[in-house]
């Protein structure tokens, strides 16, 4: 196992096959959800979109990654394709799984179950609201409230003694957590595409520094499907 500082290292090659960190003080292990069919083929994903065949062996494999981390809890949106990767981590390690609404992706709406390079603006960048769906402004104040929420949730949980909690959620969701909320590693930079099951950890107390950033090095792991960079990482 390598140790954490081994680990900041490589965050800035979010590729490398790297361990978890011995967890002394507590983290928050930041994960995105497994590969989706919709995720693949471009289109933004309506509520109950499930894991594919790939999603579901990526999130075995972070799964069996996260059996070397006790985590006291974790904590995952509750749209099917994030709930389903929770459950694969919460059976793997037997942490307790709850369910926070505000850990949703960006609700695009009516532009859901359309391809992405159809639609008449890039829904990823738009700042207004999509016909039926969340305004920039809307999902940055939800997610705020989802953080602040976490960070309650780990300082209790290090109260009791616990060192780590797992948070399962969405692209856009990460993306706005690393931008607003997570202090970067020293020259790394915001990562273009955040993979399928992605693992960012950083420190529950603030600034909330991250020890690592977008790790995907569970998928090079002989047999386990990689993670597709033309794949959407949000929506």
């Given at each position: 196992m390598?140790?954490?500082?081994?680990?900041?290292?490589?965050?800035?090659?979010?590729?490398?096959?790297?361990?978890?960190?011995?967890?002394?003080?507590?983290?928050?292990?930041?994960?995105?959800?497994?590969e989706t069919p919709l995720n693949v083929a471009r289109v933004l994903q309506p509520m109950e979109t499930p894991l594919s065949v790939r999603g579901v062996e990526q999130a075995t494999a972070l799964a069996r990654r996260l059996m070397r981390i006790e985590l006291a809890a974790i904590i995952s949106s509750d749209l099917?394709?994030?709930?389903?990767?929770?459950?694969?981590?919460?059976?793997?390690?037997?942490?307790?799984?709850?369910?926070?609404?505000?850990l949703r992706e960006r609700?695009?709406?009516?532009?859901?179950?359309?391809?992405y390079e159809r639609l008449p603006e890039n829904p990823l960048t738009m700042t207004g609201a999509?016909?039926?769906?969340?305004?920039v402004a809307t999902f940055e104040?939800?997610?705020a409230h989802a953080f602040a929420s976490i960070v309650r949730r780990a300082a209790r949980l290090r109260a009791a003694g616990a060192s780590a909690l797992a948070v399962v959620t969405h692209g856009l969701v990460i993306r706005e957590l690393l931008k607003t909320y997570?202090?970067?590693?020293?020259?790394?930079?915001?990562p273009v595409h955040l993979g399928n099951t992605s693992l960012t950890i950083f420190d529950a107390k603030p600034p909330h520094l991250a020890s690592l950033v977008n790790g995907t090095g569970h998928l090079e792991l002989p047999g386990v499907p990689r993670d597709d960079p033309r794949a959407l990482s949000g929506g």
């Amino acid at each position: 196992m390598l140790h954490e500082l081994a680990l900041c290292r490589g965050v800035a090659r979010p590729g490398s096959p790297e361990d978890p960190p011995i967890i002394a003080a507590m983290r928050i292990l930041l994960i995105r959800h497994g590969e989706t069919p919709l995720n693949v083929a471009r289109v933004l994903q309506p509520m109950e979109t499930p894991l594919s065949v790939r999603g579901v062996e990526q999130a075995t494999a972070l799964a069996r990654r996260l059996m070397r981390i006790e985590l006291a809890a974790i904590i995952s949106s509750d749209l099917a394709r994030a709930w389903h990767t929770a459950e694969l981590i919460a059976a793997a390690s037997g942490a307790p799984l709850e369910a926070n609404e505000l850990l949703r992706e960006r609700n695009f709406g009516d532009w859901r179950g359309q391809p992405y390079e159809r639609l008449p603006e890039n829904p990823l960048t738009m700042t207004g609201a999509p016909p039926g769906g969340e305004s920039v402004a809307t999902f940055e104040l939800r997610i705020a409230h989802a953080f602040a929420s976490i960070v309650r949730r780990a300082a209790r949980l290090r109260a009791a003694g616990a060192s780590a909690l797992a948070v399962v959620t969405h692209g856009l969701v990460i993306r706005e957590l690393l931008k607003t909320y997570i202090q970067l590693p020293q020259g790394v930079a915001m990562p273009v595409h955040l993979g399928n099951t992605s693992l960012t950890i950083f420190d529950a107390k603030p600034p909330h520094l991250a020890s690592l950033v977008n790790g995907t090095g569970h998928l090079e792991l002989p047999g386990v499907p990689r993670d597709d960079p033309r794949a959407l990482s949000g929506g």
